[in-house]
């Protein structure tokens, strides 16, 4: 695995990787379910990337993101569903399975990562804003974009200290395109309100 690992540029998984995220938000704008596709296409190359560089947190983050990502794309499928009128589901059952699975596999990364490394403390504050924001994201809500900015904010830093430029780059478009969807959805938000 490590030679396998070794063979592919690192540049290659990273740009790969960014591809896919910025396909993926054109979709998260809309809510549909491609989002979760592309989302989902991102994973292993930045997997790969992040098995590489020994940055457990980040890897086992894309192992929660898959855990996310096939979470959200049914939970997505059974609350149209809902709203249909077609079926009713146990909600609290299906947003408190993927968390425990989430945390139990943060909780593994965060025991093999050495603190001792300054940068990793900064790696660690990544994930767990990146983790609120999923979860926000999984449930449509409009607050999950600010934190998203935040852990841009924050991943650009990292991402310059690690050297992944197309990752360090797409902090920037990523929170700019966050602003426009915050803005997308605190509309839906009002318009919902407004109905009720």
């Known amino acids: 695995m490590a030679d396998f690992l070794a ?32 989302s989902n296409a991102s994973l292993l190359p930045y997997f790969l990337l992040f098995l590489a560089g020994s940055q457990w947190m980040l890897a086992g983050l894309q192992v929660c993101y ?12 059974l609350e149209e569903r809902r709203d249909r009128g077609e079926l009713n589901f146990n909600e609290p ?3 408190g399975v993927t968390w425990v699975a989430s945390l139990l596999i943060f909780g593994f990364t965060v025991a093999v990562t050495d603190f001792s490394a300054g940068w990793n403390w900064v790696q660690f504050v990544v994930v767990v804003l990146q983790l609120v924001a999923n979860f926000g994201t999984t449930r449509r809500w409009a607050w999950s974009w600010p934190v998203w900015i935040a852990s841009n904010a924050v991943g650009a830093v990292y991402y310059w ?9 797409l902090q920037f478009v990523l929170a700019a395109m ?19």
């Open 7 to 38: 063979s592919l540029p690192s540049w290659l998984l990273d740009l790969s990787g960014a591809v896919c995220v910025l396909v993926s938000l054109w979709f998260l704008f809309a809510k549909r379910r491609a989002y979760w596709h592309w």
């Open 66 to 77: 898959l855990i996310f990502g096939l979470h959200g794309l049914y939970l997505w499928m």
């Open 93 to 95: 059952l299906w947003y």
């Open 161 to 169: 200290h690690t050297q992944y430029w197309a990752l360090f780059a």
């Open 178 to 196: 966050s602003v426009y969807g915050w803005r997308l959805w605190r509309q839906d938000e009002r318009r919902v309100v407004a109905l009720a």
